[in-house]
């Protein structure tokens, strides 16, 4: 039972990628793309609309120092992207 929610619970091996592929950005990206991110640790893949939404937000991919990239939304005013795995809030300038 986890009663910490903020916390990994997870145990070290639920990210079954090696270094290599978790630290590889998508295939999918452009030159630019991958250009941005490597500059400003994100960039902005998408806008997309989920259920609950007003209004359609941003995806960026980011960056998790432990599991690598992840496509995210910026959070709070401050904008700020949380690891899905681990939940480490990942702040980027810019
Ligand atoms: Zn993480």
């Known amino acids: 039972m986890c009663h910490a929610p903020m916390r990994?619970?997870?145990?070290?091996?639920?990210d079954?990628?090696?270094?290599?592929?978790?630290?590889?950005?998508?295939?999918?990206l452009s030159l630019k793309q991958r250009l941005v991110?490597?500059?400003?640790?994100?960039?902005y893949l998408r806008h997309e609309k989920r259920q609950g939404w007003k209004h359609a937000l941003p995806i960026y991919l980011t960056k998790c120092p432990i599991h690598g990239y992840f496509e995210d939304y910026p959070h709070?005013?401050?904008?700020?992207?949380?690891?899905?795995?681990?939940?480490?809030?990942?702040?980027?300038?810019?």
Do not use: H, M
């Not at 079954?16 to 999918?28: F, G, H, L, S, Y």
């Not at 991110?37 to 960039?43: H, I, S, Y």
């Not at 005013?77 to 300038?93: A, H, L, N, S, T």
């Open 8 to 14: 990994n619970c997870q145990p070290q091996s639920y």
């Open 16 to 28: 079954q990628r090696t270094k290599e592929v978790r630290d590889k950005p998508p295939a999918n």
């Open 37 to 43: 991110l490597k500059v400003f640790g994100k960039v």
């Open 76 to 94: 709070g005013w401050e904008g700020y992207f949380q690891c899905p795995q681990c939940w480490k809030i990942i702040r980027v300038e810019g």
